[in-house]
């Protein structure tokens, strides 16, 4: 199995939101990239935040941000979610089954783009469009909440993307999203994750680098 290198991606959904510029400055020295979780009250039965909340933080810090959107309609944003500073999205198959519409507009507009998988959807669903995908995401919880526990069922489809992405020749990133801790990193990183997204973990820590060198130094990274 070939792992690329490991990357850590704090989600701001766990941060607190009327202090996010101390909570960005105090961890990004120490991970690789920002995870934006944006909620429409559709795709998901939770709403987070938008644009507004993406372009302040794209005015505080360099670090590339990896936005996960759980929307039923990312086609019609992309262009907004771009200038307010995105860097990648991921939409989800479960929202729209065919995304090549939305891989070529991501393309056109820069973005890196992603394909997420909810636990239940089979790694099939998002074959056909791996190969033109910077990253795949695997959802290790429902979407729509932060803090909630790991799902292990998910750990076969991670090892299945690795060893298909590996075996194509590939070197797509794969994101693991949804109660990563030190412990569910381990299993995470051995299935063939190189993207860990922790939110609680990380921000409900009362030292959140400490938190991230732990995750970072326990899967190897
Ligand atoms: C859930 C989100 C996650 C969430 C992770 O729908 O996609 O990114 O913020 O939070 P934790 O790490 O607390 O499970
Ligand atoms: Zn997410």
Not at 8 to 23: K, M, Q
Not at 84 to 109: N, R, Y
């Given at each position: 199995?070939?792992?690329p290198?490991?990357?850590?991606?704090?989600?701001?959904?766990?941060?607190?939101?009327?202090?996010?510029?101390?909570?960005?400055?105090?961890?990004?020295?120490h991970?690789?990239?920002l995870?934006?979780d944006?909620?429409?009250?559709?795709?998901?039965?939770?709403?987070s935040f938008?644009?507004?909340?993406?372009?302040?933080?794209r005015?505080?810090?360099?670090?590339?941000?990896d936005?996960?959107?759980?929307?039923?309609?990312?086609?019609?944003?992309l262009?907004?979610?771009?200038e307010?500073?995105?860097?990648s999205?991921?939409?989800?198959?479960?929202?729209i089954?065919?995304?090549?519409k939305?891989?070529?507009?991501?393309?056109?507009?820069?973005?890196?783009?992603?394909?997420?998988?909810?636990?239940?959807s089979?790694?099939?669903?998002?074959?056909?469009?791996?190969?033109?995908?910077?990253?795949?995401?695997i959802m290790?919880?429902?979407?729509?909440?932060?803090?909630?526990s790991?799902?292990?069922?998910?750990l076969?489809?991670?090892?299945?993307a690795?060893?298909?992405?590996d075996?194509h020749?590939?070197?797509?990133?794969?994101?693991?999203?949804?109660?990563?801790?030190?412990e569910?990193?381990v299993?995470?990183?051995?299935a063939?994750?190189?993207?860990?997204?922790?939110?609680?973990?990380?921000?409900?820590?009362?030292?959140?680098?400490?938190?991230?060198?732990?995750i970072?130094?326990?899967?190897?990274?």
């Amino acid at each position: 199995m070939t792992v690329p290198d490991i990357k850590i991606a704090p989600s701001l959904l766990a941060a607190d939101f009327a202090r996010l510029g101390e909570e960005i400055a105090r961890i990004e020295d120490h991970v690789e990239l920002l995870h934006l979780d944006i909620m429409d009250g559709h795709f998901v039965p939770n709403i987070s935040f938008g644009m507004p909340v993406i372009a302040s933080v794209r005015a505080i810090t360099d670090l590339p941000l990896d936005c996960h959107l759980m929307t039923t309609n990312p086609v019609t944003y992309l262009e907004s979610f771009r200038e307010a500073g995105a860097d990648s999205v991921t939409v989800h198959i479960e929202a729209i089954p065919d995304p090549t519409k939305a891989m070529t507009k991501a393309d056109e507009l820069g973005l890196g783009f992603a394909i997420a998988l909810n636990p239940s959807s089979p790694f099939a669903s998002i074959e056909p469009f791996v190969e033109d995908c910077s990253m795949v995401l695997i959802m290790s919880v429902e979407p729509g909440f932060g803090g909630q526990s790991f799902l292990p069922e998910v750990l076969p489809k991670v090892e299945k993307a690795r060893a298909w992405i590996d075996g194509h020749g590939l070197a797509t990133d794969i994101e693991i999203d949804g109660g990563v801790d030190p412990e569910s990193a381990v299993a995470a990183v051995s299935a063939g994750a190189n993207v860990l997204v922790a939110g609680s973990a990380v921000f409900q820590d009362p030292d959140p680098v400490a938190a991230i060198d732990r995750i970072r130094n326990l899967s190897g990274a």
